[in-house]
Each structure stands twice: as C-alpha cells, then as structure tokens.
C-alpha cells in the first residue's frame, strides 16, 4: 500500500519531491538561458563595434577577473549571512547591469568600455553568488535525495546551456522595429529584455523558497577565518584529490578551443560542423544525466570516477586521430558523459564531506580550480596545438589525462576507496580534516 502511495516520488524524481528544490530549478533554468542569450548579444554587440577578436577575448576577462579578486571573501559571505539572500542581492545587481546592457543597445554605443565595466560588475554579481548557490543546495533536499538532486542540476545546467545561445542567436535576428515601431528595439535589445525577464522570474521564485538558514559561520572576521576553506581543502585527502585530479585532466584534455581547427582543416564540415561539435559534449552529458537521475550511483563511486576520467582521456584520443563527423560526434558525445559522471561524484562530495558553515568558503576554492582548469586548458590547448598541431595535441592530452587518472588513483587511495555517497560516510575523514585544519 505504501509503495502505491502518491505522495511518493517517482523513482529518479526524488529531488523534485521538494518544493523548495522545484522552485530554485525553475528559476536556475530561466536564469542560465537568459545568460547564455545574454552572452551571444554581448558577444555580437562587441564585435559590431571593433570587429576585433581580442575584444571578444576581453568579454571573457571582465567576467573571470572578479571570480579572482573576490575568491576569499565571496566564500566567507556565503558562511556568514543568509545564503538565499545573499542570491537574491547578486542578481538584483545583475538585474541592473542587464538594464545598462538594453541602454547601450538602444542608443547605439559606440565603445566597447563601458560594456566591459557593466560585464566586470555581472562578473562579481555572478563570484558571490556562485559559493552561495552551491551551498545552498543541500538545504532543499533531504540528504538521501542529495546526489539526485546533483544529478538533475547538471541535467538542467547542461540543457539551458545548449539551448542559451541558440535562443540568443534567434531573438538577435528577430525583426521586432518591423512588427512594433515603436518599440526601438532591434538586435540586443530584445535578447536583453528577455534575459531581465528571466532574472526577474528568478528573484521571485527564489524569494518564495521556505528555506531560512541564517548565519552559519559564528566566527568574526579575520585572515583564519577567511583562508580556513584552503585549509580543509589542504587537510581533506578526499577534496584535495577531487578537486586537483579535475584540473589536471581538464589541462590536459580539454579539446573545445580546438575545436574551429578540426571542423575546418580536418573534418572540413565549415560551421555547421562546429556547432555538431560544440553540441556533442553536453547531449552526451544531459542524457547520462538522465540515465544517473534514474540509476543513481550507490556503491564504489570512487572507483566510478576514476573509471570515468579514463574513459574521458581515451574519447579525447579517438576525438584526435578520428577523421569522420560521426566518429568525432560519438567521441565528444562519450567525452561528456562520463565527465557528467565524475562531476556528479565530485559535486556530491563536494558538498557531502563539507560542515554546512565552511560550505561556502569550500565552494569558492573548488571555482578556483573549475575556472583554472577551464581558462588555463583552452590556453594550453592553443599552445600545444602551435607546437604539435591540433591533432598530435589532443591526442597527447588524452594520453596525459589517462596518465593523471593512473597517478592520481595512486597518490589519492582514500579518493579511490570511496563507496557511498553519504555524509554518515564521509563523516570519518571530515572529522580527521577539520582535526588537521584546526592545528594549522
């Protein structure tokens, strides 16, 4: 009788069982497609002013210069006052710098300056938002239904972001001065309207979530309080490892900058190509995220993730020496997920292993490797590719990914050892880590 029951959720839709969790996905979905169509207007507007393409490379640093600056204190604002809030400030600001956006549109600029002000200033919005954001998270769910809650946020993450600037792309050309005149509207201005929109659905929804945390870091201000995420990290054998061996398959691996150079001179499918490529990764990943919603990892996730960055580096390599669309498609596609896998085990433990009032702080050091590991890598990509070519690059990071993976399982048993995905678990080494982070 109580299997039959429907209060109960559905089986790989436990998380959605929350209504607090319904509400923040609703709106974390709305917000990354109007930031993603947000992204292609900027990237337009500012080519349609220099048509210079390091203008474009300077959007990308405006928006990563922040998350650098403010990495220490974004983490301890997460800790020290109420999370949701803390959201609710950040995209109350982004809500203003889309509206400077829409007026630069309107008007016509002419210089690209104050667009990279107005980016710098989304650029911090999105720093303190980020570490509040993720620790956020295990507040809405039960601990049992954490992983599945993961698992449906890379889902989502993945689809807004395929959809994003396909959605920015359309409402960029839509004829809107044709149909409403009065509207002096045209190009950005109505892909801005739109993502304003989106962040004012979020502020709404997530305005309306029940959760109340309150401040969970009791401490004040001061440089140990402020470094003590580095310092569980340090101590934490399992973050550490989690964290690092990330980075430095992500370095190595990493394929996307290179990809405008095997759709043109390798595979020679043009741009309609490039846009297969860059979309193969994140269908692979939103189907197996689908897949893990539905079977969720319960034992040896250790071994699991392991097993999935090996299985990373060795598509990495088919992706190099394949000479066919559809090979290189199916290559990308396995690529993605199982780096959906790893990042669900990661963002589990992530989380998991971490005290509620250090989640914060904790979060903002794993950005640091993220934003490392994604802006170093495509650097890396393009200066190996100089050296060996695009071909003999990628195939040599996937052979050092799969040589980190090998390493990494050595240096990092505890890592490899992990079976379930649970606090009471993982509550052993994180007694052990803050022990060590205390004596520091």
């Known amino acids: 009788?109580?299997?039959?029951?429907?209060?109960?959720?559905?089986?790989?839709?436990?998380?959605?069982?929350?209504?607090?969790?319904?509400?923040?996905?609703?709106?974390?979905?709305?917000v990354i497609l109007g930031a993603e169509a947000q992204a292609v207007a900027v990237a337009w507007q500012v080519y349609s002013i220099t048509h210079r393409a390091i203008d474009l490379g300077y959007t990308g640093l405006a928006l990563f210069l922040p998350g650098l600056l403010f990495l220490l204190p974004s983490g301890h604002v997460a800790d020290r006052f109420d999370r949701r809030r803390v959201i609710l400030i950040c995209y109350g600001l982004q809500v203003f710098c889309t509206l400077a956006l829409l007026h630069f549109a309107h008007t016509g600029l002419q210089s690209v300056l104050p667009i990279y002000v107005v980016l710098f200033f989304i650029g911090t919005g999105r720093a303190?938002?980020?570490?509040?954001?993720?620790?956020?998270?295990?507040?809405?769910?039960?601990?049992?239904?954490?992983?599945?809650?993961?698992?449906?946020?890379?889902?989502?993450?993945?689809?807004a972001n395929i959809t994003g600037p396909a959605l920015g792309g359309i409402l960029y050309t839509l004829p809107i001065d044709r149909w409403w005149p009065r509207a002096h509207m045209e190009g950005g201005g109505i892909v801005y309207a739109c993502t304003i929109a989106s962040q004012i659905w979020f502020l709404v929804l997530i305005g309306s979530l029940k959760v109340r945390l309150g401040r969970l870091e009791q401490r004040d201000l001061s440089v140990k309080v402020l470094l003590a995420g580095f310092r569980y990290v340090w101590s934490m054998n399992l973050l550490l490892g989690a964290f690092s061996l990330d980075l430095f398959v992500m370095l190595l691996g990493g394929a996307v900058a290179l990809m405008p150079?095997?759709?043109?001179?390798?595979?020679?499918?043009?741009?309609?190509?490039?846009?297969?490529?860059?979309?193969?990764?994140a269908l692979g990943a939103v189907t197996m995220s689908l897949v893990m919603a539905r079977f969720p990892i319960s034992r040896r996730a250790g071994q699991r993730m392991f097993v999935c960055v090996s299985i990373l580096g060795a598509a990495t390599i088919l992706f190099g020496i394949s000479r066919s669309l559809w090979l290189s498609l199916f290559a990308l596609a396995i690529a993605g997920a199982s780096d959906t896998i790893s990042v669900i085990i990661r963002g589990s433990l992530l989380q998991l292993a971490t005290p509620p009032e250090m989640r914060g702080r904790v979060s903002a050091v794993n950005s640091l490797f993220i934003g490392a590991s994604n802006e170093l890598g495509e650097f890396e990509s393009g200066l190996t590719a100089q050296w060996w070519g695009a071909v003999r690059a990628t195939v040599y990071g996937g052979i050092g990914a799969l040589v980190v993976a090998a390493v990494w399982a050595g240096l990092f048993p505890s890592l490899r050892r992990i079976d379930e995905l649970t606090s009471e678990a993982l509550r052993p080494q994180q007694a052990q880590a803050l022990r060590a982070a205390a004596e520091d």
């Not at 150079?261 to 990764?281: C, N, Q, V, W």
């Open 1 to 30: 009788m109580g299997l039959s029951s429907p209060n109960l959720p559905r089986r790989g839709l436990e998380a959605f069982a929350s209504s607090d969790f319904r509400r923040y996905q609703l709106a974390r979905g709305a």
């Open 128 to 159: 303190f938002s980020g570490p509040a954001s993720s620790a956020l998270i295990p507040h809405l769910v039960p601990e049992k239904h954490f992983v599945n809650a993961v698992t449906w946020g890379g889902a989502i993450f993945q689809f």
């Open 261 to 281: 150079i095997f759709a043109s001179e390798i595979l020679h499918t043009g741009p309609r190509g490039l846009g297969m490529l860059r979309a193969a990764p």
